[in-house]
């Protein structure tokens, strides 16, 4: 009772409060965009000079045999049609296509897995949580150079775990899959930011939901499965769109460094070739198209989980 | 009303910001009449440092020109830097080159050409250098397009000290395969190899013409590899033979846990295959002396070697022509060769300098450093043209994937001849 009679006043004024809103949004509510739009402007400005402009080259270069040096001349589809008889381009899309579907499960398994395992206050939690963050913190290239040390054949500390452990000591870097595996291993480190976005979102969870669930004697696993993924399934199908766009288009540096694409082209992702072309075979209009072709796909693999679960109803929460 | 204007600012904004990025680039001639010179190549510090002292030199002779000296680290870097500069309307008034490298440019019309400028050259005259390294950088086959500085090779640097531990006697000239094959397995013991080297198009060139091969089918206009077939691939499977038949080079673990360079300066590798490059890195080496030799001829075979040479080219687009002449011009006179030539980086391209105390007569190792000077009678060079680069990338990954036995050998000449055979005549 007390507390019903503490509340009603206080819903009262919000109420005038919002009347006063709805009165004002004439003039304060003009000012108020009119602010919104000085105070974007500087930000918007950048992206229209530094993102917007320079994509629209993009597309119009893309159907160019710009070299960089001289003037661009339009070609149609030529580049288009080039990259149907490119067999580096083939193996270069393979090599992101392989790469994404293995490291954006794992990379999101990571993420989340330990998410939820550090969201629950524990002895010694946030060291644990600092510890998880901390290689996303890392400049690529300094996490590239760890990881070349790291799978040394010989002196690497991977190598040195397996053999103590009487596995088999692969040549890493050496040979197509083990590179593969080594990058995705690398890139299993970084993903502080989905971990936190996780963590957070599961602290954000109705406790008394799990209060229930404990009297009605549900095991870790079946709260796991029927009341914590489902309430995080729309924020983790976001971070995994999220991450198809990192691992399609962000492991520049770090691929760059370890294997330069090889070996037999097993690691030469689409960036990687893009920036062969672009910049060391003076294929200004080739890499454009390529870009295309990159941008094309990121969004196609974003888009189709979208649609599919659009039906869900619970991406518009 | 507002609106409008909102619009009108942002568009002011945007022009000033533009202009102001734009101004603080484009200006090269400072208030005094100086005029700055930006200078790209690739190098370590080590490397670098010769640079640094020769420009010392040049801009204390001449106050009005300033010049900005912008080293990258690799070889990949320098294209990367030189693209991106040229496409964005700004490239380095001077830049120094491989022979290798510079067709795609050239190919562009890029290049200020500097065949007219030494013409008119008082100070500098052809004769005075060694005529080899010319043909490379005459993109055209005629007009001389950049100006060659060095004239390096391909030579074998061997480690005197594991020689006599092993009890074989130091490489001579015209020493034969047979013999440096020997001499390889008699070094090669555990944890030291007798030989290491990248497999390379670059380093299996010189077995080949040694052998009476090719490494092109047409060396003016390329259109495949010809390593397939005749004394061309029995030199080829002759090189694959040292890691494949003799391990006598680290195998693949090895070479991925400690590169070859590394492996020689720590006194583990009898020789090592590599260009003058490499020498101010090794002259660091104390726990043993060490020596250059020629490359072993094949049997029935003549002496070849590779050619190693970069060149100092000027942008086309460039403002100051003249005062980037005056710079080469002096980074080729005595004096500028000999300021590199005390760095240990070149092999002076000028003969006065090359068979001068600074190179043939240093101090500093190796002690044989005649061989360089000898080599400028046998070299001979790759292709130039404008996608050679992109044959040598994809080549060397194929070479590189049969020489540690990834792949089966056979499959892998197929593949290097058929990978690399669209690219001859790709479009940019």
């Known amino acids: ?317 | 009303m507002r609106r409008p204007r909102f619009r009108l600012t942002t568009v002011v904004v945007a022009v000033a910001l533009t202009a102001a990025a734009c101004g603080g680039t484009s200006d090269t001639d400072s208030g005094d009449g100086q005029v700055s010179l930006q200078f790209v190549l690739f190098g370590d510090a080590a490397e670098t440092a010769g640079y640094e002292r020769m420009l010392e030199a040049f801009e204390s002779q001449h106050a009005d020109i300033d010049v900005t000296l912008s080293p990258v680290a690799s070889q990949d870097e320098l294209l990367a830097k030189l693209t991106t500069s040229f496409a964005g309307g700004q490239p380095p008034d001077v830049f120094l080159i491989n022979f290798r490298k510079y067709g795609q440019f050239a190919s562009q019309g890029a290049l200020e050409e500097v065949g007219p400028y030494l013409a008119d050259s008082d100070v500098l005259d052809p004769d005075d250098f060694f005529e080899v390294v010319f043909d490379p950088f005459r993109f055209d086959g005629e007009t001389l397009t950049c100006m060659p500085q060095n004239v390096s090779s391909l030579v074998v640097y061997y480690n005197q000290d594991l020689f006599e531990a092993s009890g074989v006697a130091p490489p001579i000239e015209g020493w034969t395969w047979d013999e440096f094959l020997a001499t390889a397995q008699a070094i090669t013991d555990g944890e030291v190899y007798g030989l290491g080297t990248d497999p390379s198009l670059i380093r299996i060139a010189p077995f080949v013409w040694s052998n009476g091969g090719e490494v092109v089918d047409d060396l003016e206009a390329p259109t495949t590899l010809s390593l397939d077939e005749g004394t061309a691939r029995e030199a080829l499977d002759w090189f694959l033979d040292l890691s494949l038949v003799h391990g006598v080079v680290p195998p693949d673990v090895e070479e991925q846990s400690e590169s070859s360079e590394s492996r020689f300066l720590n006194g583990r590798l009898g020789m090592y295959l590599n260009s003058r490059r490499v020498t101010p890195t090794l002259r660091e080496i104390d726990g043993f002396t060490w020596d250059v030799a020629p490359l072993p001829v094949a049997p029935g075979g003549q002496p070849f070697t590779m050619l190693h040479s970069d060149a100092y080219c000027m942008a086309g687009p460039g403002e100051h022509h003249a005062e980037s002449w005056r710079l080469i011009e002096f980074a080729m006179s005595e004096a500028g060769q000999r300021i590199l030539a005390e760095s240990g980086r070149t092999v002076p391209s000028r003969r006065d300098v090359a068979s001068s105390d600074v190179f043939v007569e240093s101090e500093a190792p190796p002690p044989s450093a005649h061989v360089f000077v000898d080599n400028a009678e046998i070299l001979r060079a790759t292709p130039h043209t404008a996608t050679w680069t992109r044959v040598e990338k994809a080549a060397d990954d194929v070479l590189e994937q049969i020489y540690y036995g990834r792949i089966d050998r056979e499959e892998g000449v197929v593949r290097l001849i058929d990978e690399t055979r669209p690219l001859f005549g790709a479009g940019g």
């Open chain 1, 1 to 317: 009772m007390s507390t019903a009679n503490r509340g009603a006043p206080t819903r009262r004024s919000e109420a005038t409060a919002g009347a006063r809103l709805v009165q004002g949004a004439g003039t304060a509510g003009a000012r108020l965009v009119r602010g919104a739009a000085w105070y974007t402007a500087p930000f918007a400005l950048g992206v229209v000079l530094l993102l917007v402009l320079p994509a629209l080259t993009t597309f119009y270069y893309a159907f160019t045999d710009h070299t960089g040096l001289g003037d661009p001349n339009l070609n149609g589809l030529a580049n288009f049609r080039r990259m149907g008889s490119d067999p580096f381009f083939h193996a270069s899309l393979r090599a992101s296509l392989i790469f994404a579907a293995l490291a954006v499960p794992l990379r999101l398994f990571v993420a989340t897995g330990m998410g939820l395992l550090l969201a629950a206050p524990r002895r010694l939690g946030r060291w644990y949580r600092a510890a998880v963050y901390v290689p996303t913190v890392v400049p690529d290239i300094v996490l590239a150079l760890t990881f070349l040390w790291v799978f040394n054949p010989l002196y690497g500390p991977m190598n040195g775990m397996l053999g103590a452990l009487g596995l088999p000591t692969p040549a890493w870097l050496g040979t197509p899959w083990g590179a593969r595996s080594a990058i995705v291993i690398m890139m299993l480190f970084p993903v502080g930011e989905a971990f936190l976005v996780v963590l957070a979102a599961r602290r954000s969870l109705d406790p008394s939901v799990y209060a229930a669930a404990a009297v009605d004697g549900a095991s870790p696993w079946q709260t796991l499965r029927y009341i914590t993924l489902p309430q995080l399934a729309p924020l983790l199908l976001l971070l995994a769109a999220r991450d198809v766009i990192l691992t399609l288009q962000v492991n520049f540096v770090p691929a760059y460094v370890l294997t330069d694409g090889g070996p037999g082209n097993a690691t030469l992702f689409l960036p990687i070739y893009i920036f062969d072309q672009a910049f060391e075979f003076l294929g200004f209009g080739y890499g454009a198209s390529l870009t295309l072709v990159l941008m094309g796909i990121t969004v196609l693999f974003i888009a189709l989980p979208l649609l599919v679960v659009r039906r869900w109803g619970f991406l518009r929460r």
